[in-house]
């Protein structure tokens, strides 16, 4: 018992030794134009955005003293628009949702484009999967043609991208939108003939499937990867393990999109640089957060190549010897 005593006791210290050096080295920090609390948007409650995003925002609030908190919102569109508006401070997306409102073509705000918003840094890839029902024979995206499909919600990443993905690869589905335990659901019920959906694998909702019926998993082959990847700028190659799920036997190709924080050009260059630093050079309390943080890395910054880095962040990837492209350096920042 007293070991257990004196173990336990041990561990408070540290903890306490830990969070006196943060907040001292905090009081130390440049602290122009920070805020007094932040939001962070994520997506719903207990999906991996609201989880890592109350994860980062925890690290925030710990080491640089600012109240920090995480806020369900409709997801990456719908941060997209509320960073740009300022209504909330930070907020994290998928890159296929921020090209489309940097360009102006937005779902949610269709002509808005939203120039004020400046990417910070990487978070984890998004890969899609699909999945259908053996008994039904459909084992490929051509197999598809026709066929009754759902997507997730109608704003989410998989919901405003791979419809069009599909037209662009020359297959007419019928589209259904809704929660992915309910689309799931609807499958194993014969109401859907297949489900595609982007999310950390393996995809609880097609695990869940998986063990009740014989299913077939797939996605796009190497020639509409291809394809895919040049007409669509946010668009990667991505390989998902043999064993993700139980019948996966082989290795399977698809395609994925980089998810990264955000925030507006007006937010505190010192601020976004020390945030920067509290994440990236704390990856192992990131990876108690959530395991997709073995993503967030700097070297991860490569995966964005249109939406300009915050100033803050660029200070902090010029410090370790990373040189950002110029067409992804803000106007606003400053060398000095």
């Known amino acids: 018992m007293n070991n257990i005593l004196k173990k336990l006791s041990i561990g408070l210290l540290s903890a306490s030794l830990f969070s006196a050096a943060a907040w001292s080295q905090a009081e130390e920090m440049d602290k ?5 609390s932040i939001k962070i948007g994520t997506a719903s409650q207990g999906g991996t955005y609201f989880v890592y995003g109350a994860g980062w925002a925890g690290l925030v609030q710990e080491l640089l003293g600012v109240n920090s908190s995480a806020e369900v919102t409709g997801g990456p569109v719908q941060n997209m628009a509320l960073v740009q508006t300022g209504d909330l401070e930070f907020g994290m997306t ?3 949702p921020a090209y489309d409102g940097w360009t102006g073509e937005s779902q949610l705000a269709p002509g808005m484009e939203m120039k004020d918003v400046r990417a910070m ?4 890839q998004t890969p899609f999967q699909a999945i259908a ?7 490929s995206i051509a197999k598809l043609e026709g066929k009754k499909v759902g997507f997730g919600p109608r704003g989410g990443t998989t919901g405003s991208n791979v419809p069009r993905w599909l037209k662009s690869l020359g297959v007419n589905v019928k589209e259904q939108y809704g929660g ?4 799931a659901g609807q499958l194993q019920d014969g109401l859907l003939d ?10 609880s909702a097609f695990s869940q499937v998986e063990a009740q019926t014989a299913v077939n998993f797939f996605s796009f082959n190497d020639e509409q990867i291809g394809m895919l990847a040049e007409k669509y700028p946010t668009v990667s190659k991505f390989v998902v393990p043999a064993g993700t799920y139980k019948t996966l036997a082989a290795d399977q190709n698809t395609v994925a999109m980089w998810n990264f924080v955000i925030t507006n050009k007006e937010m505190s260059t010192s601020f976004v640089y020390e945030i920067m630093k ?4 704390n990856n192992d309390r990131m990876m108690q957060v959530h395991k997709s943080s073995a993503e967030t890395k700097p070297e991860n910054w490569q995966y964005n190549n249109f939406l300009p880095f915050h100033a803050g962040a660029v200070k902090y990837f010029k410090e370790k010897g990373i040189e950002i492209p110029a067409n992804l350096i ?5 060398e000095s």
């Open 32 to 36: 122009t134009g920070w805020p007094n």
């Open 94 to 96: 998928t890159m296929g």
């Open 121 to 124: 840094f990487p978070m984890y």
């Open 133 to 139: 029902l053996a008994s039904s024979g459909i084992d």
């Open 180 to 183: 992915a335990s309910d689309l």
């Open 194 to 203: 297949a489900f595609i959906f982007g999310a950390g694998i393996p995809i």
């Open 278 to 281: 509290a994440i990236l050079d």
């Open 330 to 334: 803000p106007p606003e920042y400053n």
